[in-house]
Structure formats: structure tokens, C-alpha cells
């Protein structure tokens, strides 16, 4: 149910691309995310 809310996973989107490579900007860009989702995690106790 997670998953369909949010949309696809890390892997999924890293299958996607032909290289199977995240730029450093992709990677920076997911793991604020996630910190940030962390955070709110926290946040709410």
C-alpha cells in the first residue's frame, strides 16, 4: 500500500536507467529525501 502511495522504489528507478547508475545529483537528491522523511518520522514520535 506504501508503495503505491509513494510510487516506485530506489531499485526500481535504478533498473530503469540504462546504465544502472545514479548521477551524484540523484543519489544527493534521494537521500535528502529520505532524511528528511526521517526526520518527520521523528518529529511525530
Request: aromatic share 4%; glycine share 4%; no cysteine.
Amino acid at each position: 500500500m506504501v508503495m503505491t502511495l509513494l510510487g516506485p522504489s530506489v531499485s526500481d528507478l535504478r533498473k530503469a536507467i540504462p546504465s544502472q547508475r545514479f548521477t551524484l545529483f540523484t543519489v544527493t537528491v534521494i537521500a535528502v529525501q529520505a532524511l528528511d522523511s526521517l526526520k518527520e518520522v521523528h518529529n511525530a514520535g
